[in-house]
């Protein structure tokens, strides 16, 4: 009778661990997805396997007017297909949170299921910023060095401009339809492509629509889209532009006399919309790349197996493959902070770009 039951304590214990790690990965995944805003409209590509840790995307190129044809002659310069290669090195990103055996005995929610919800939105939030940093050409510089274009509305005018000059951002005025306009036409004398043949994306921060929403010719989602082709986090339309909501949306220093930054340490607060067409920038796909790990039972560290050790690691990275593809617009929304020259300060006040460590 006992060899009968040599191996099952090992065999059982294995298979579960399988089972466990495969829901707490389709969890995580499954609440992460939802909660993304900038990574719903990248470009994606899949993880390489065993050949490096650079990913590549190929942009084509726009082609030039088409010959005219003289018949009964075939044309001799044929064309071909030309493509930019844009690369990025992938980068890891995770973390990890601690379980006691008292919350999971004595707790009346499954706390392995809540403490993956919530990994899930950090992941989320985590790689969205990820994205938001490349589009405006961070770690490594300044903004502006993505070679995506700004439009900044300053203390007496608004303009384009390629160089690092949000610091002019004033404390009034606000991002006005007319500046949405002249962005999305820009945007069209520039060709860039739109998601669905008609309309650019703009992922807006929530302060920021307060100040156009209440235009009579903002449009609520319902009046030009079916609910099953609403994107994540859509509240509206503007002179074709799909606007989404989030507090990710960059948020950098101004000036209050739209120069300088202003004496004693007092910024206004720059909040960016990012409005963008198709094939903007890439991303590495999640799915797959984004992975849980459970640590649990009696060790050295642990003795009495007192916790459980719960984290997500994530394979990922992005890049802007198309610079004429979208355009960053500056406005403030009539907030200032004070400590400005504080990382802490800043943090406070809702600064989200530039000033931080690699990790925060």
Request: proline share 4%.
């Amino acid at each position: 009778m006992a060899d009968s039951f040599t191996g099952t304590p090992t065999t059982t214990t294995s298979g579960l661990q399988s089972s466990l790690d495969k829901y707490f990965d389709s969890l995580l995944v499954s609440t992460l997805d939802p909660m993304t805003r900038f990574y719903q409209f990248g470009s994606k590509r899949a993880l390489p396997k065993n050949v490096g840790d650079v990913v590549v995307w190929n942009r084509g190129l726009r082609m030039g007017v088409a010959f005219t044809l003289s018949e009964g002659n075939p044309i001799s310069a044929i064309k071909q297909i030309s493509t930019t290669d844009v690369s990025a090195t992938i980068e890891q990103y995770g973390d990890v949170i601690n379980i006691s055996d008292l919350i999971e005995m004595t707790g009346v929610v499954n706390a392995r299921k809540l403490a993956t919800e919530r990994l899930a939105v950090q992941a989320a939030e985590s790689l969205d910023n990820v994205i938001k940093m490349a589009v405006l050409g961070f770690p490594g510089g300044a903004i502006g060095s993505a070679g995506v274009t700004h439009y900044v509305k300053g203390s007496t005018s608004a303009f384009f401009s390629l160089s690092t000059t949000v610091i002019e951002t004033a404390s009034d005025p606000r991002l006005q339809v007319s500046d949405i306009r002249a962005v999305a036409f820009k945007l069209r004398s520039l060709n860039a492509p739109t998601f669905d043949g008609v309309n650019y994306v703009g992922i807006i921060h929530p302060l920021v629509v307060e100040d156009v929403i209440s235009d009579s010719k903002w449009e609520n989602f319902h009046q030009y889209t079916t609910p099953e082709n609403i994107y994540r986090g859509e509240i509206g339309r503007l002179h074709r532009v799909r606007f989404v909501e989030s507090t990710l949306a960059p948020v950098s220093r101004g000036s209050g006399n739209g120069t300088a930054l202003s004496i004693a340490g007092v910024s206004v607060l720059a909040y960016g919309t990012v409005i963008f067409g198709k094939e903007f920038y890439g991303v590495t796909e999640i799915d797959g790349g984004v992975k849980t790990y459970m640590i649990e039972g009696a060790s050295k560290n642990d003795p009495l197996n007192q916790t459980t050790m719960l984290g997500w690691k994530a394979n990922f990275t992005s890049r802007v493959l198309n610079p004429s593809c979208g355009i960053v617009a500056w406005a403030a929304s009539g907030d200032i902070m004070t400590g400005a020259s504080s990382t802490s300060a800043r943090r406070s006040g809702g600064i989200n770009v530039g000033d931080y460590p690699t990790a925060w």
